[in-house]
Nanobody, 123 residues
Framework: VQLQASGGGLVQAGGSLRLSCAASGDTFSNYFMGWFRQAPGKEREFVAGIRWNNDWTSYADSVKVRFTISRDNAKNTVYLQLNSLRPEDTAVYYC?????????????????WGQGTLVTVSS
C-alpha cells in the first residue's frame, strides 16, 4: 500500500489542523492505521492509531482529548484532527499502515509509511 499525507502547515498555538492520509494500491480495510510524529532531534513517537473498522482507537497521553483519529474506508483515507495545538506539537507527522485486525502502538508494527507532513505551531 502507498500512503500520501497532507494537511500540515503553520498555525498559532491554540489553533487547529486536519491531516489527511490517502492510501492506494491495496484494500484499505486490510490495514490498521496510525499517525506518528518526529520533532527535531527527537525519536519518532506514536500519536494515534485506529483499527480497520473504526471501532477502536488509541492515543498517546500527550495528545488525548486534543487529537482525534478517524478513517473513511470508502475514501481510503485516514484523518488526524489536531485541536488546541501547542508549540511542542511541532513535528513532521507521518501516517503509517499495518496489516492485521488489531492496531499497533509502536513503529515496528507498521510496515508502510507515508512521506510525512510538517506541522509547525508558533507561540
Amino acid at each position: 500500500v502507498q500512503l500520501q499525507a497532507s494537511g500540515g502547515g503553520l498555525v498559532q498555538a491554540g489553533g487547529s489542523l486536519r491531516l489527511s492520509c490517502a492510501a492506494s494500491g491495496d484494500t484499505f480495510s486490510n490495514y490498521f492505521m496510525g499517525w506518528f510524529r518526529q520533532a527535531p532531534g527527537k525519536e519518532r513517537e506514536f500519536v494515534a492509531g485506529i483499527r480497520w473498522n473504526n471501532d477502536w482507537t488509541s492515543y498517546a497521553d500527550s495528545v488525548k482529548v486534543r487529537f482525534t483519529i478517524s478513517r473513511d474506508n470508502a475514501k481510503n483515507t485516514v484523518y488526524l484532527q489536531l485541536n488546541s495545538l501547542r508549540p511542542e506539537d511541532t513535528a513532521v507527522y507521518y501516517c503509517a499502515a499495518g496489516r492485521g485486525l488489531w492496531l499497533g502502538v509502536v513503529a515496528s508494527q507498521y510496515g508502510y509509511w507515508g512521506q510525512g507532513t510538517l506541522v509547525t505551531v508558533s507561540s
